[in-house]
């Protein structure tokens, strides 16, 4: 696939950030992408592998490695390399369902497993993707595909973030009547209020929204399925039931003074207000929660603390400090974990890079956690205590002497989530393991019942089903439980 060569001749390039001093006056997508010619060039370093392991999706060490949506990443590549361009977005489009959103925050699975990276930078499969999807729609390629055929049977999605929309798309396809509840005011889940402008325009949620109801999908928002619409009301209504809700209770940070101080905001919070306010009104003084000239702590490390950290900084913070409590990764792999294993190193983040272009270093501290809020008389933030940690027999222990207060007047809890919201399973009458993820059958996307009435028309994909996980994973979850509604309603 590609050229026979071309992996010997063209070196590796990325989507080049736009300059770190220009990206952070405004909220405007990170990249600049490469010309179709050099694009077609990196198409070109796709080898003819024989085992491409980029399209596997394998557990090795306890951690996947390869596209978890199998797609057919040595036949798009090689298509591009050749300039058929249309071709090669109709064979990514046909296991892909929204290479707009996986082409931009994906961490590229498939490029960690990629054969070439046992030698050198391997393919830039990511920024292909993206190349692809943003080519078709540029050209009007990506156009409505209607179903000739309507089944009669109508399933309602609840929650549209990537695993809803990937499941009512399929399901859309195979010509039932799809509609889609979401909670919030607009549609997309974490797509929408999860991940920020810069690394996701909104806009682009908005186009794929705007062909699927072109196709047929009914998106019905502000909706909150369990509390202002009733269960049963959804489940007498709808033929099938597709819970695809995220695993969105945060996890909390345990710390003095954490339940009294004013200025703690979980995460999500911290970018959906910021994301509201730049859709709304243009980030209007007093309509979000706003960074500005304040001494910022970031607990977690993550993708989510990165956004926050780039997030603080286009607003203006004073300061930007983000504590993990991990040790700091190898830049480079160890022997103990070799390829095609996910690679175990350290990675910098757009968030990252910007801290050091505007503050001159890394805002990361490893090791270290939250010990003590200082606030006060009023009960606002002004420090925080912090103490080294390490992990002994899987336990995390506290360093003694190790005590370091440092300025914080916003502290904002990046440390994940710890499941579904409770009050969904409860209105549906279903159960969730310890982890608050929900019950289903073994090796199945259908729901388990706790004791109410019959659920057979109950299914459940995405982060609600795996636990927090990545956009790809919820994708890949959505489109195969879909196939499982679709057998169930057809009676196969």
């Not at 499969?125 to 089944?151: C, Y």
């Not at 004013?262 to 919070?269: E, L, P, Q, R, T």
């Amino acid at each position: 696939m590609g050229k026979e060569t071309g992996f010997l001749e063209y070196d590796r390039k990325n989507n080049e950030y736009v300059p770190v001093k220009e990206r952070i006056r405004n909220y405007d997508e990170l990249y600049r992408r490469l010309p179709e010619e050099e694009r077609r060039r990196q198409g070109a370093r796709c080898m003819n592998c024989g085992v491409p392991f980029c399209q596997s999706a394998i557990n090795l060490g306890g951690m996947v490695t390869g596209c978890p949506l199998h797609n057919l990443i040595p036949e798009w590549n090689d298509l591009l390399y050749r300039g058929d361009m249309r071709h090669a977005l109709q064979r990514l489009v046909k296991t892909s369902s929204f290479p707009e959103f996986t082409g931009r925050v994906c961490p590229a699975l498939c490029e960690k497993a990629c054969i070439l990276g046992m030698i050198e930078e391997p393919v830039t499969t990511h920024d292909n993707e993206l190349f692809l999807i943003e080519t078709g729609f540029k050209k009007g390629w990506m156009q409505p595909r209607i179903p000739a055929v309507r089944s009669g049977k109508k399933v309602a999605v609840i929650g549209s973030g990537p695993a809803g929309l990937a499941a009512a798309d399929q399901l859309n396809q195979r010509g039932h009547s799809v509609t889609v509840f979401e909670r919030d005011d607009r549609i997309g889940g974490l797509l929408m209020y999860g991940i920020p402008n810069q690394k996701l325009p909104k806009d682009v949620v908005k186009r794929r929204q705007e062909l699927m109801e072109k196709e047929g999908v009914t998106f019905m928002t502000g909706v909150d399925v369990g509390r202002t619409l009733a269960a049963e009301e959804i489940l007498k209504s709808f033929d099938a039931v597709a819970l695809c809700c995220g695993a969105k209770q945060p996890r909390a940070v345990q710390a003095v003074n954490m339940d009294k101080a004013k200025g703690v905001i979980y995460a999500v919070d911290f970018l959906s207000s910021t994301t509201k306010s730049l859709l709304n009104d243009g980030l209007k003084e007093g309509s979000y929660v706003s960074a500005k000239g304040q001494d910022v702590v970031i607990v977690g490390g993550g993708d989510t603390g990165n956004d926050c950290v780039g997030t603080c900084i286009r607003h203006g913070a004073r300061s930007v400090v983000q504590l993990e409590m991990m040790p700091c990764p190898p830049s480079e792999r160890r022997e103990d974990n070799p390829w095609p294993q996910w690679p175990k190193v350290l990675k910098t983040d757009y968030g990252q890079l910007e801290a050091e272009g505007v503050f001159g270093k890394d805002p990361r501290i490893y090791e270290t956690t939250i010990k003590e809020l200082v606030l006060d008389k009023a009960g606002s933030l002004t420090h925080v205590i912090t103490a080294r940690v390490h992990f002994k027999d899987g336990k995390m222990e506290t360093v003694e002497g190790s005590e370091k207060k440092i300025p914080c007047t916003l502290l904002i809890i990046a440390a994940g989530f710890t499941g579904a919201q409770i009050y969904t399973a409860n209105a549906f009458g279903i159960g969730l393991d310890k982890r608050s993820r929900v019950l289903t059958e073994e090796g199945t996307y259908h729901v388990v019942p706790a004791g109410k009435e019959d659920v057979k028309k109950l299914f459940t994909a995405g982060d609600m089903r795996r636990g927090q996980s990545l956009v790809v994973w919820a994708i890949a979850e959505g489109r195969e439980m879909a196939k499982e509604v679709d057998a169930f309603l057809m009676g196969i």
